[in-house]
Every structure is written in C-alpha cells, then in structure tokens.
C-alpha cells in the first residue's frame, strides 16, 4: 500500500469531512425497540418495490445468520442505491440500533472505504466497485412489529450490526463486529485518526500495569493469532476463559478494565448498553478475565481478550504491520438472541 503524504492526508479530511457532519445528531429518547420498529416502518415506506425486495427475507431465513466482514458480495439493500428521502430514512434506521457514539463510529468506518480507494492502485472503476462506502447493506429479517419477532443488520466490510426484537424487547444485539483499515490515518503534523484506537491503548494501560507476577498469567504468547477466533460462527467460541481475573487486579487496572468495557458498551442504545452491564456485573466483575498475545508496544502486532461468564470481546491488530484491526463483542448465551443449548 502507498503512504504518500499527500494521499494519506486526502485520505484523513475525507474521514474527518464525514464525521463533522454528524455533530448534530441527538441521542435516542425512546426505547430503542420503539426507535427501531419506529424506523424500520418508516425505512420500508420509503422504498420502491424492487427496493423494498432486495431488503426484506423471512425471520427465519438462513441469511440472517450469514454474517461476516469480509469485502465480499452480500444479499440485502445496498445503501449506494439509495437517494432522497430513502436515504434519510436509512440513516434513520441505522441510528436507531446506535448510540451517538456509535453511530458516528459506524460511519466512520464506513468511510474508511474510500481511504482505500484513495490509497490503493488499479483501475479506478475496478477500485470504486471494491470499495465504496455505499456498499454496506440492510437486511429486515421478518415483518418489523412492536410485539412479533423480528430482525435486521447492518453489514460490510468490517461492519455488521446484528439485532434481534421480540415482544417489543431487543433480545439480541450480537454479533458486533467493528473494524478498521487502515487502523491509522496520518492527517498533519502530530495528528492521527484511530477509529478504534481508544479500545487499543486502555487495553495496552492495563498490561503495561501488571506486575511481574501478573503478566506470567496475562500474556498468553508472545506471538499474536492471526485473526479473530469464530469470525463469522453463528455463536461464539465458548473455550474457557484465559487470563489474569479481575479479582486479581490493583485498583488502577480495575478501573482501566472497566473503562475498556465502557468503550466497548458506548456504541450501543442506552437501554442495550445498561442491559448488558446489568447482566455482565450480575454474573461478576472480578469474574472477568483479560488476556494478551503478541508485543506490548504500540505498532506491533497483538491480540487480547476479555471475557465474563456472559460475554466475549476479542480484539486484533495483525495485519498490514498492525494496522488493520478487527473486534467484536459476542454474547455467550446465544448471539442472535438465540439460546445457547
């Protein structure tokens, strides 16, 4: 991949031009089944027939658990065919499942698209068919209602947004998968742009911490995975978790954890974001283990993991000389709002 310098910073003001354009966008004031249904019902009025077709699959199709963040060819509505009022109401819908945080991170993400297509060679129709911050796609699993079951995502590359509604209730809010390439952005002198770079440097706080004795129990290998485990398994990776336990931590690292998992939760609703806190600290803080592979330092390939009784978060930045993240948040009693047996 070309680092210009001039590529690099053309790259950086189309992200910053699209993030700027969302200051204005207030938080979600009801429920956010209620906001969801609310504009889910208004996203599908707004469509065309043919639209309206593309988005729409029986609750029960197998696509609904077809996830994955690869750049590849994906059934739904693409929002690249989307113009007006339909566009609107898709943004709509899309901030609907998202807090204002979360939001803006998604279309940050989304923008990074055309970072790629600035940086990358080949021919340009080539490249703008590869990466086009449009090409990420709705899908409505079922019939959007305020007591039936139902569902929708978000997907592309390096995002899908997965929700699950049932009795007026989000019952599932996984797989949520974020990812960034490239993980940074030169934009001037002493500036970056790091999308998911806070979720980096807490996690990096806390091992930099550790005691002698601790890091025998935190870092893992010295060598990092390649990549995420289960990346596009229906359910996580149910493996035992590894790690130094919360119990065991000083009072700073405690509270560095807890910062982590703040930045993990702030993408989603509030009501979401409180349910899976309640249900994280329920079954135990000092419960929770943290675990790290690869080099310590910042620009070196790495992996961590967090993980509670009810939820996984892995974290990886291994590729294009560790700068290329991926990471989810799973939930380990069933993601898709499904039981695991």
Not at 79 to 91: D, F, M, P, S, V
Not at 254 to 274: F, I, R
Request: neutral net charge; without cysteine.
């Amino acid at each position: 991949m070309t680092r210009s310098l001039s590529k690099w910073l053309a790259a950086g003001l189309v992200l910053v031009g699209m993030v700027a354009l969302l200051r204005g966008q207030a938080e979600n004031q009801v429920p956010a089944a209620q906001g969801m249904f609310q504009a889910a019902e208004k996203f599908t009025k707004s469509l065309a027939p043919a639209q309206l077709e593309k988005a729409s699959f029986k609750y029960d199709d197998a696509e609904r658990l077809n996830w994955h963040f690869i750049p590849r060819e994906r059934k739904g509505l693409p929002i690249r065919e989307l113009e007006g009022n339909a566009l609107k109401a898709a943004h709509e819908f899309i901030s609907s499942g998202l807090s204002k945080a979360g939001y803006e991170q998604t279309l940050s993400i989304m923008s990074l698209e055309e970072v790629l297509y600035l940086l990358e060679g080949g021919e340009r129709a080539e490249r703008r068919e590869r990466r086009n911050p449009g090409k990420y796609y709705l899908s409505i699993f079922g019939t959007p209602s305020a007591k039936g079951a139902w569902g929708w995502r978000l997907e592309g590359h390096h995002l899908s947004l997965n929700f699950t509604l049932n009795n007026g209730e989000v019952v599932g809010s996984t797989p949520e998968f974020y990812g960034t390439n490239p993980a940074l952005i030169g934009a001037g002198p002493e500036r970056e742009i790091r999308v998911l770079g806070a979720e980096e440097d807490i996690a990096r706080q806390v091992l930099k911490l550790a005691t002698p004795e601790q890091l025998k129990v935190i870092l893992i290998d010295t060598k990092a995975p390649d990549d995420l485990r289960g990346a596009n398994a229906p359910q996580a990776d149910r493996t035992p978790a590894v790690g130094l336990a919360a119990g065991q931590m000083s009072a700073d690292q405690k509270k560095l954890l807890n910062t982590l998992l703040e930045e993990y939760l702030k993408n989603m609703p509030a009501d979401v974001a409180a349910k899976r806190r309640d249900r994280l600290m329920k079954a135990g803080f000092d419960t929770i283990q943290f675990a790290w592979w690869g080099e310590p330092d910042r620009n070196q390939r790495h992996y961590y993991r967090v993980q509670g009784p009810t939820f996984l978060i892995e974290y990886n930045n291994t590729q294009n000389n560790a700068n290329h993240v991926h990471s989810y948040w799973r939930d380990l009693d069933g993601d898709f709002g499904i039981p695991v047996k």
